[in-house]
């Protein structure tokens, strides 16, 4: 007993010795969010750490600031005399994380908190108490006591984007002063531009987005947009080597949509996106959930190690794919197609669409198949609520009460639309602030003759339909549909089909569904109207002041 007793000890004290070492340029890399006991049996971060699978730990969530709070549920309930936690334990369990390797972020914001900032200034004297509370600063109170954060992870979800581009601006001046390697990252939803970080992975030196592809209507089995992603790390990114990740719900219970069990489905899904070298790996939510998760008997988290070893590309190419390539099946039977600069619906061959090729969007129900929508033709007119559980409705639109889980922090209201075959979650309150290089699209309206073949815009239902009349001139198009929206028409048809998206005359954005025009609120300072870009015409909502360019 003494002996075996020895060597164990020995084990452990060697191990960091042995320890996997974390490599950014990895394509391989598995991210959890811990801290928030989502699934109500959360183990120690120590504990979760002994396995090799996972190589980034996002500590969830500081939910307070300027003035700090945090909340890591049942992990910790000390506190200091001021209230703020104060976690020895998960000091000490940081510490052995690090040890084995493990990169361990503390992640600001979440579903539920109060959190942000008045200003630039605010948000930059902030910086300093980041670095003097979690880095290498000095504080009279560590809730972490002398462990040392290695970054800091945004998943802010209150659509409030003021301040977090100085902030980050100001922390990497103090990382300048470490010989320790420190990273930042952003949790933005899938819709983009993301209405609460897209300014700072817009103007800012951003090393990972960690981006929620659930919850919303372009999760990877409904109008995936990986390819949008793409090109925002290509042409947008201060970052040209920034890395995306691919973010999934860790199990069913994790979130009301995105969820994928079928191993088979993902590994397509990781052949084909991890083309891209800005591919990172996986990002789930959360822990609790993924490690209680067993896929014929391996848990959820060790099963995404595995996909990416087996399927991440070792080639890499400046895009998702194109209208010229074609794009290799899987080991199973499922197969992709994947278009440039459309969305398309991924079918039983192997070739790849035309470029002017649309199909209807795909329902958000799990299936074999999955879809890619581009930069240009996706509907960004919301965003939702992306960490704690949400039931999905099939009534007509309606607010899905506020639900509290055991973390006793992550909160989420939800409005979803009737047609299970449009997964878009919308709010009154979003706010999609884009760069004017990265225009907000809603739908297109199939108009370019780019190849060989000419669509109607009347030919899909997933695409803006209308009465306007065909003409090379897409900006003529555009002006046309304006004025027909204008004059309250909506999209000119007597007999509307389901999912036929129009502009109303006082600017919102609407969609045929369940035999009825369903409107939707834009976000402050946009309007919806029809505007060319990239010889297509889309609608949606855009900024207002671009709007006279299309009257």
Not at 128 to 147: C, K, V, Y
């Amino acid at each position: 007993m003494f002996g075996s007793l020895l060597i164990n000890t020995l084990f452990l004290t060697l191990f960091p010795m042995f320890a996997h070492s974390f490599d950014n340029d990895a394509k391989d890399n598995v991210v959890v969010y811990w801290g928030q006991n989502s699934q109500g049996s959360q183990e120690s971060l120590a504990y979760y750490c002994q396995n090799s699978s996972a190589d980034i730990y996002l500590l969830s969530f500081l939910n307070v600031y300027p003035t700090l709070g945090l909340n890591f549920a049942n992990a910790c309930s000390d506190t200091f005399s001021n209230g703020l936690l104060h976690c020895s334990q998960i000091a000490e369990d940081i510490k052995t994380c690090q040890s084995l390797g493990k990169k361990v972020l503390l992640s600001l914001g979440g579903a539920a908190g109060s959190y942000g900032f008045s200003d630039d200034t605010e948000a930059e004297t902030f910086a300093q108490t980041l670095w003097d509370t979690f880095g290498e600063g000095s504080a009279n109170e560590r809730p972490f006591d002398d462990a040392i954060v290695d970054g800091f992870d945004f998943d802010i979800e209150n659509n409030s984007s003021t301040g977090y581009a100085a902030l980050v601006n100001k922390l990497r001046t103090l990382f300048k002063s470490s010989s320790k390697s420190y990273y930042i990252s952003a949790a933005p939803q899938c819709p983009y531009p993301d209405a609460s970080v897209g300014d700072l992975l817009a103007n800012v030196d951003v090393d990972f987005a960690f981006i929620q592809f659930y919850n919303n209507y372009c999760n990877v089995e409904a109008t995936f947009n990986w390819d949008t992603w793409v090109t925002y790390a290509e042409s947008v990114s201060p970052n040209s080597n920034i890395k995306l990740y691919l973010g999934l719900p860790a199990s069913s219970t994790a979130a009301s949509t995105g969820y994928i069990s079928d191993m088979d489905v993902l590994a397509s899904v990781i052949s084909s996106i991890s083309t891209s070298p800005n591919f990172g790996g996986i990002s789930l939510w959360d822990a609790s959930q993924g490690f209680a998760n067993k896929i014929e008997g391996t848990n959820y988290i060790e099963e995404m190690k595995i996909l990416l070893n087996a399927n991440a590309s070792n080639t890499t190419s400046t895009s998702v794919a194109s209208s010229t390539s074609t794009t290799a099946t899987s080991t199973t039977a499922t197969s992709t197609t994947v278009a440039s600069s459309s969305i398309v619906k991924a079918t039983t061959s192997s070739s790849v669409a035309s470029s002017t090729k649309v199909t209807e969007v795909s329902s958000s129900s799990q299936t074999s198949q999955f879809t890619l929508a581009s930069s240009s033709s996706f509907v960004t007119i919301a965003t939702s609520s992306s960490h704690g559980h949400s039931a999905q409705s099939s009534a007509a639109p309606t607010i899905i009460e506020t639900i509290i889980t055991q973390s006793e922090s992550r909160i989420t209201t939800t409005l979803y639309p009737a047609s299970s075959s449009i997964a878009v979650l919308s709010s009154a309150e979003q706010n999609n602030v884009v760069p004017s290089t990265a225009p907000v699209i809603g739908s297109t309206t199939s108009t370019a003759a780019t190849t060989t073949q000419q669509l109607s815009s009347t030919s899909t239902s997933a695409a803006a339909t209308s009465t306007v009349a065909a003409t090379t001139d897409v900006h003529v198009q555009a002006q046309a549909l304006n004025a027909q929206y204008a004059a309250g028409q909506l999209n000119g048809s007597a007999n509307p089909v389901e999912g036929d998206r129009a502009c109303s005359a006082d600017g919102k954005y609407a969609v045929f569904d369940h035999n009825d025009w369903v409107y939707f609120e834009c976000a402050a300072g946009t309007s919806c109207y029809a505007y060319d870009w990239n010889n297509e015409v889309f609608t949606g909502c855009n900024f207002s002041q671009s709007k006279a360019d299309y009257q």
